[in-house]
């Protein structure tokens, strides 16, 4: 990581740690960036992998829109959908966020989820969503 995204990595790393289901789901914090952010979890067992997907996707999409609030305003998720785009096969989820639009009541972001096997990836669900402030 940059030495420039430090005061991100400040302000995202403590609401990564308060998501005690991230924490029980072994998910770990990749790269953080202005209007991005990347998860990263274990999959250890296929059927359970859509769950995943959506837990992963909002939590991307929450933790990218993050680094754009200024100040002490709030986001709530107000809606969210998840596309599965077909089938997988792989170890580890990766969960890619980002910011599209941030305006002063609304954030839309959208995260990319990918299936991991080794040295490959494989595109396998999206995830759009709709964020509003609360305060």
Do not use: W
């Amino acid at each position: 990581m940059k030495m420039t995204d430090q005061s991100l990595l400040n302000k995202i790393q403590p609401l990564f740690e308060s998501r005690e289901l991230l924490s029980h789901l072994s998910v770990s914090l990749g790269k953080v960036d202005a209007g991005q952010c990347e998860l990263v979890c274990p999959l250890t067992e296929s059927g359970a992998a859509t769950d995943l997907f959506a837990v992963l996707g909002e939590g991307a999409v929450q933790l990218a829109a993050a680094t754009v609030v200024k100040g002490d305003i709030r986001y709530e998720m107000a809606e969210m959908k998840l596309n599965i785009l077909g089938a997988f096969e792989g170890d580890q989820i990766l969960a890619q966020g980002r910011v599209l639009k941030s305006g002063r009541s609304l954030i839309v972001a959208e995260a990319d989820i990918f299936v991991l096997n080794g040295a490959s990836r494989e595109h396998c669900a999206i995830v759009m969503s709709t964020l509003v402030a609360t305060s």
